[in-house]
Structures are given as C-alpha cells and as structure tokens.
Nanobody, 115 residues
Framework: QVQLVESGGGSVQPGGSLRLSCAAS????????MGWYRQAPGKQRELVAV???????SYADSVKGRFTISRDNAKNTVYLQMNSLNPEDTGVYYC?????????WGQGTQVTVSS
C-alpha cells in the first residue's frame, strides 16, 4: 500500500510561479517512478513530467523550459517547480507513482492561473 500527499497548489497571475510537492509513504521498495499529471476542465488527463530512480526525466512539450521536476529519494518526495505560468496551465495536478506494475495516485491539487 502506497499513499501520496500533495501540497503547494494555489492561484497565481500569469507569469507567476508555484512549487508542488508530493510525499510518498507506505510500501516503497526503493526503485520506482514518480511524476505529475494534470487535468484541465473538460480535457483528458495528461502527463506533465516524470522522473525515474536514476533521475531520467521526460516533460510534456507544453511545459519544457518552464517546469522542472526533481526528487529526493531519501524522502520519497517529488517536486514540480512551475515558472512562467499561463492560463492554459490551469487544472488539477495529480502526483503519480509507479512500482512493481502498480500505479498510485494522489488526490490532486488545484492550480489556477488567471489575471
């Protein structure tokens, strides 16, 4: 059993920044993938960024150069630094963890970008 707890969401103006955090607890084996997905109103959930245990990283094209994902393996925590935010970044951001052929999801944290 794995639990994911997210924090850091909120409301910002266009051009602003937010930093999301997600801490995992429970049956963590030490080799796992963590990342972030988001879902805008009326749209499908999409991958934002993912990072594996070897610090291999992938980003969605829409966030490259603006968002940075990182992880602290000792804390089983993943971060998402979001800069130069625009209204299209608005949505619910979900933390995700993959381990031993299982996917785990956080409850989601709201990010709103508006002027």
């Amino acid at each position: 059993q794995v639990q994911l707890v997210e924090s850091g969401g909120g409301s910002v103006q266009p051009g602003g920044s937010l930093r999301l955090s997600c801490a995992a607890s429970g049956s963590i084996f030490g080799i796992y993938v963590m990342g972030w997905y988001r879902q805008a109103p009326g749209k499908q959930r999409e991958l934002v960024a993912v990072i594996n245990s070897g610090v291999r990283i992938s980003y969605a094209d829409s966030v490259k150069g603006r968002f940075t994902i990182s992880r602290d393996n000792a804390k089983n925590t993943v971060y998402l630094q979001m800069n130069s935010l625009n209204p299209e970044d608005t949505g619910v951001y979900y933390c995700y963890l993959h381990q031993q052929f299982r996917d785990y999801w956080g409850q989601g944290t709201q990010v709103t970008v508006s002027s």
